[in-house]
């Protein structure tokens, strides 16, 4: 499939997926998935004759090799002399990961071990093309000792393997959609049985925690074709084939892609918006690698890592990091760097990741992520608050103390009320990748509900008015916080310019000059949401005093020393008199009911006043200075 196709169908897939899984249904996990699901974290290992090229596990494909060419300048060159499988297994210890799986067969087609089945052999028919027998590596058997070496740490042992294979006699490389064609459909039911009695060699010696498929990238959900020869009937038999070999084995999805088969999801270098309804895991490289590729120095940084390790925990992922060993099995310095570096951040915050499963809350904050276990809820940190704050929705638990992970017997003092939780913080980040929060609680950590937080607030202006007059025009501003049944769902006024307009404490917007300005109303329950409106202030009236009614105005004297304004209406009479102070802000207000009536403006103390006259239907302006 080419690039463009293929990330539209991931695309599609993925918001296939977000609809889906927008109800955030929480699912349970089977007994035999409970290490995985609570291991959080685990090392990916692309390694094969690939790694000898260093051009990436893609090289066969993209450097268009023949298969003959690929076998006897790349794959018969491969001798991993170096690889120390107590050095790799150590290095994700040290980074603290649980499992690590290691590519058993990549599309290349070329085993890391010893295979038996006849039909992977080279394209002379003579050789098993696999490291033992196509190399001059010796007969060590890399697998077996990097599982050895896995169970001495304490990491379960996983296998990588590529259903499609470019090497095999059944298959030719696609130019086109980078799969592989069938020869015939006999070549394909062939090897699907080999393939299984390779699998049959991999579990029952191996004994992998998981087998990790790839390489199946067809969507076939009827009939097999030659080009699109993996259907959704031969992902579901290797599925139910595997667990007939081994019970407790999990199995991904990529069985056959994107029809929910297997155990868990995999999201490539992908980190889904929301939980998904299984468990899942993001597999990431630290560079843009899998396979060893010698000129790829664009490494992503240990906090860039991490902080995505924890947004992947915080959705209730695992996270898979790869590395790509050199071809003398030696691993890149640099991974070795940012693994370490990783260990030195997990060496202390762990407990945040470790059978931690995701944030309690609807919604994401803007400074990282939560993650949750019994008793606790952990914050992590990566933005600092400018003002010294952090706030956190309530919880439902008791939260008996506040600390970091970085300084553990330190209290941090805290206060709970409207519905927040805010932590009183020190004015530099402890650990500026990732400060850790220990909401020290009983029982699961739940957001409480008792408080419902603004999540929108809409603005509208009276009759879906967006604009008002210059002079000494008004306009009634309501704001409607989202839900309805927000427990404080006031709001306070700002506007963006106060040359322009003012408005007061009930959303009375009031014009001084022309101009554009944005009001703002802010929820007051400190949820930080807030609505925005655009209004436009212009000259509305002709200024000629006259009503577009034909009603004339007639004000006398002005100023009226006394203090009294006489007012004079001809033709219908104006409904609403307000007066305006000079900073646009309404300082008296009286209601007509008369065409000619008297007002009292002794109160105003001396200045310039503007007088607004009005109905809904027209507006009269007056300046007025009282003396
Ligand atoms: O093993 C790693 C990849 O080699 C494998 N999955 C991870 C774990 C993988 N194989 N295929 N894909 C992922 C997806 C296919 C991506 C493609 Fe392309 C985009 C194929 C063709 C365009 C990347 C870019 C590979 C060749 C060009």
């Given at each position: 499939?080419?690039?463009?196709?293929?990330?539209?169908?991931?695309?599609?897939?993925?918001?296939?997926?977000?609809?889906?899984h927008?109800?955030?249904?929480?699912y349970?996990?089977?007994?035999?998935?409970?290490w995985?699901?609570e291991?959080r974290?685990?090392?990916?290992?692309?390694?094969?004759?690939?790694?000898?090229?260093?051009?990436?596990?893609?090289?066969?494909?993209?450097?268009?090799?023949?298969?003959?060419?690929?076998?006897?300048?790349?794959?018969?060159?491969?001798?991993?002399s170096?690889?120390?499988?107590?050095?790799?297994a150590?290095?994700?210890?040290n980074?603290?990961?649980?499992?690590?799986?290691i590519?058993?067969?990549?599309?290349?087609?070329?085993?890391?071990?010893e295979t038996?089945?006849q039909?992977?052999?080279?394209?002379?028919?003579?050789?098993?093309?696999?490291?033992?027998?196509?190399?001059?590596f010796?007969?060590?058997?890399?697998?077996?000792?990097?599982k050895d070496?896995?169970?001495?740490?304490d990491?379960k042992?996983?296998?990588?393997?590529?259903?499609?294979?470019?090497?095999h006699?059944?298959?030719?490389?696609?130019?086109?959609?980078?799969?592989?064609?069938?020869?015939?459909?006999?070549?394909?039911t062939?090897?699907?049985?080999d393939?299984?009695?390779?699998?049959?060699?991999?579990i029952?010696?191996?004994?992998?925690a998981?087998?990790?498929?790839?390489?199946?990238?067809?969507?076939?959900?009827g009939?097999?074709?030659?080009s699109?020869?993996?259907?959704?009937?031969d992902?579901?038999?290797?599925?139910?084939?595997?667990?007939s070999?081994?019970?407790?084995?999990?199995?991904?999805?990529?069985?056959?892609?994107?029809?929910?088969?297997?155990?868990?999801?995999?999201?490539?270098?992908?980190?889904?918006?929301?939980?998904?309804?299984?468990?899942w895991?993001?597999?990431?490289?630290?560079?843009?690698?899998?396979?060893?590729?010698?000129?790829?120095?664009?490494?992503?940084?240990?906090?860039?890592?991490?902080?995505?390790m924890?947004?992947?925990?915080?959705?209730?992922?695992?996270?898979l990091l790869?590395?790509?060993?050199?071809?003398?099995?030696?691993?890149?310095?640099?991974?070795?760097k940012?693994?370490?570096?990783?260990?030195?951040?997990m060496?202390?915050?762990?407990?945040?990741?470790?059978?931690?499963?995701?944030?309690?809350?609807?919604?994401?904050?803007?400074?990282?992520?939560?993650?949750?276990?019994?008793?606790?809820?952990f914050?992590?940190?990566?933005?600092?608050?400018?003002?010294g704050?952090?706030k956190?929705?309530?919880?439902?638990?008791?939260?008996k103390?506040?600390?970091?992970l970085?300084?553990?017997?330190?209290?941090?003092?805290?206060?709970?009320?409207?519905?927040?939780?805010?932590?009183?913080?020190p004015?530099?980040a402890p650990?500026?990748?990732?400060?850790?929060?220990?909401l020290?609680?009983?029982?699961?950590p739940?957001?409480?509900?008792?408080?419902?937080?603004?999540?929108?607030?809409?603005?509208?202006?009276?009759n879906?008015?967006?604009?008002?007059?210059?002079?000494?025009?008004?306009?009634?501003?309501?704001?409607?916080?989202?839900?309805l049944?927000?427990?404080?769902?006031?709001?306070?006024?700002?506007?963006s310019?106060?040359?322009?307009?003012?408005?007061?404490?009930?959303?009375l917007?009031?014009?001084?000059q022309?101009?554009?300005i944005?009001?703002?109303a802010?929820?007051?329950?400190?949820?930080?949401?807030?609505g925005?409106?655009?209004?436009?202030?212009?000259?509305q009236?002709?200024?000629?005093?006259q009503?577009?009614?034909?009603?004339?105005?007639?004000?006398?004297p002005?100023?009226?020393?006394?203090g009294?304004?006489?007012?004079?209406?001809?033709?219908?009479?104006?409904?609403?008199?307000?007066i305006?102070?000079?900073?646009?802000?309404?300082?008296?207000?009286?209601?007509?009911?008369?065409?000619s009536?008297?007002?009292?403006?002794s109160?105003?103390?001396t200045g310039?006043?503007?007088?607004?006259?009005s109905?809904?239907?027209?507006v009269?302006?007056h300046?007025?200075?009282?003396s």
């Amino acid at each position: 499939m080419k690039e463009h196709s293929y990330r539209l169908y991931a695309l599609i897939i993925l918001m296939i997926q977000i609809s889906i899984h927008a109800s955030k249904a929480q699912y349970t996990i089977p007994p035999r998935m409970e290490w995985w699901y609570e291991a959080r974290f685990g090392m990916f290992i692309h390694f094969g004759s690939y790694s000898y090229l260093g051009h990436g596990e893609w090289a066969f494909s993209e450097e268009n090799w023949t298969k003959s060419a690929y076998q006897t300048q790349v794959s018969a060159n491969f001798n991993p002399s170096d690889f120390n499988a107590g050095t790799i297994a150590r290095l994700a210890k040290n980074a603290g990961m649980k499992y690590l799986v290691i590519t058993a067969k990549h599309h290349e087609g070329f085993c890391m071990w010893e295979t038996d089945v006849q039909s992977f052999k080279d394209i002379t028919g003579t050789t098993m093309y696999d490291l033992p027998d196509y190399t001059a590596f010796g007969t060590r058997d890399i697998l077996q000792e990097l599982k050895d070496s896995c169970e001495a740490q304490d990491i379960k042992f996983c296998l990588y393997y590529s259903i499609l294979d470019w090497n095999h006699s059944s298959q030719e490389i696609n130019r086109h959609t980078y799969y592989s064609n069938m020869a015939s459909e006999s070549a394909r039911t062939d090897y699907i049985a080999d393939m299984k009695v390779q699998l049959n060699e991999l579990i029952t010696r191996y004994h992998p925690a998981v087998m990790w498929f790839d390489g199946d990238w067809t969507y076939n959900a009827g009939s097999p074709t030659l080009s699109s020869w993996w259907t959704k009937s031969d992902g579901e038999d290797l599925y139910n084939y595997l667990r007939s070999l081994d019970t407790a084995v999990i199995i991904n999805e990529r069985v056959c892609r994107s029809f929910s088969l297997g155990d868990f999801d995999c999201p490539e270098k992908e980190v889904p918006d929301t939980p998904l309804n299984r468990p899942w895991e993001t597999c990431q490289t630290m560079n843009n690698s899998w396979g060893y590729k010698i000129w790829d120095q664009n490494y992503k940084t240990p906090a860039t890592l991490i902080r995505e390790m924890v947004k992947v925990v915080s959705r209730d992922g695992n996270y898979l990091l790869n590395i790509g060993p050199k071809g003398d099995g030696t691993v890149p310095e640099q991974s070795v760097k940012v693994l370490n570096q990783i260990g030195e951040w997990m060496a202390v915050n762990s407990e945040s990741i470790y059978a931690a499963t995701r944030s309690p809350f609807a919604s994401e904050p803007v400074w990282g992520y939560y993650t949750k276990k019994p008793g606790k809820l952990f914050a992590h940190v990566f933005e600092w608050p400018d003002n010294g704050i952090l706030k956190i929705p309530s919880l439902v638990n008791s939260i008996k103390k506040i600390y970091t992970l970085t300084e553990t017997t330190t209290s941090i003092s805290f206060a709970d009320s409207n519905g927040y939780i805010r932590l009183s913080l020190p004015d530099t980040a402890p650990d500026p990748m990732n400060t850790v929060f220990v909401l020290d609680v009983s029982g699961i950590p739940e957001a409480s509900s008792e408080f419902i937080k603004v999540t929108d607030i809409v603005i509208t202006g009276e009759n879906g008015a967006k604009t008002i007059d210059t002079y000494g025009g008004s306009l009634q501003l309501s704001a409607t916080a989202y839900p309805l049944d927000a427990t404080d769902n006031t709001v306070s006024w700002t506007v963006s310019d106060t040359n322009v307009a003012c408005i007061d404490a009930e959303g009375l917007l009031t014009a001084k000059q022309d101009g554009t300005i944005t009001v703002t109303a802010v929820a007051n329950d400190e949820s930080d949401i807030r609505g925005r409106l655009r209004i436009t202030i212009s000259n509305q009236t002709t200024g000629d005093q006259q009503f577009r009614d034909q009603t004339t105005v007639r004000i006398f004297p002005n100023p009226n020393e006394h203090g009294i304004l006489n007012i004079i209406q001809t033709g219908k009479p104006k409904s609403e008199l307000v007066i305006y102070d000079i900073y646009g802000c309404p300082v008296m207000k009286h209601v007509i009911s008369e065409k000619s009536f008297s007002f009292d403006i002794s109160s105003l103390s001396t200045g310039f006043y503007t007088i607004r006259i009005s109905d809904d239907a027209s507006v009269f302006i007056h300046k007025l200075i009282k003396s």
